[in-house]
T-cell receptor
Framework: DGGITQSPKYLFRKEGQNVTLSCEQN?????MYWYRQDPGQGLRLIYY???????QKGDIAEGYSVSREKKESFPLTVTSAQKNPTAFYLC?????????????FGQGTRLTVV | GNSVTQMEGPVTLSEEAFLTINCTYT??????LFWYVQYPGEGLQLLLK?????DKGSNKGFEATYRKETTSFHLEKGSVQVSDSAVYFC????????????FGKGTKLTVNP
């Protein structure tokens, strides 16, 4: 079955550590996205990528980094510079261009700083 | 800029009640509109969509009509079930634009038996 997979589902990080969240899709989608979700605040865009080897900052990119070396993969690194990283992180992908504008989401990774 | 405003929650209903969750948008260009649903601890699932004015999206008894004149995309269901309890997000994307999805803040729905 085609889909988008995030791992791990739960992640614990000590303060000062970098952690990387995985996002893989086998839908052959061009565009991929990372969102952060906090209670009562909806989804906020961290980074997005429309093509391999290219990505753009979203609304809250500070303290995060990404790479897009393969079409299928869009890992997110939460760096020690992110002051409040505890949140639910969602990865999404979709086809570039018209016809199928909807995004498909992974199951999310819940990151907790301990 | 592009934005989505949806009604504040939480919304609590009894089973078989009528549901409306309001959503209005501001957009430059011609947006596609979506409703997503999120169950506890999970990602978002597409519930329905509409890609042009006067389109009606429907799925699982939920409906929403793309109203360009009122810039709205209200979600409705005639008879809710306990299993509909979830958080509902309205969203838009601009075709041919930056391809970013813009979400509302979400509305939590609880349906009691």
């Amino acid at each position: 079955d085609g889909g988008i997979t995030q791992s791990p589902k739960y992640l614990f990080r000590k303060e000062g550590q970098n952690v990387t969240l995985s996002c893989e899709q086998n839908l052959n989608h061009d565009a991929m996205y990372w969102y952060r979700q906090d209670p009562g605040q909806g989804l906020r865009l961290i980074y997005y990528s429309q093509i391999v080897n290219d990505f753009q900052k979203g609304d809250i990119a500070e303290g995060y980094s990404v790479s897009r070396e393969k079409k299928e993969s869009f890992p997110l690194t939460v760096t020690s510079a992110q002051k409040n990283p505890t949140a639910f992180y969602l990865c999404a992908s979709r086809v570039e261009g018209r016809g199928r504008p909807e995004a498909f989401f992974g199951q999310g990774t819940r990151l907790t700083v301990v | 800029g592009n934005s989505v405003t949806q009604m504040e929650g939480p919304v609590t209903l009894s089973e078989e009640a009528f549901l409306t969750i309001n959503c209005t948008y501001t957009a430059t260009g011609y947006p596609s509109l979506f409703w997503y649903v999120q169950y506890p601890g999970e990602g978002l699932q597409l519930l329905l969509k509409a890609t042009k004015a006067d389109d009606k999206g429907s799925n699982k008894g939920f409906e929403a009509t793309y109203r360009k004149e009122t810039t709205s995309f209200h979600l409705e269901k005639g008879s809710v079930q306990v299993s509909d309890s979830a958080v509902y997000f309205c969203a838009l994307s601009i075709q041919g634009g930056s391809e970013k999805l813009v979400f509302g803040k979400g509305t939590k729905l609880t349906v009691n038996p």
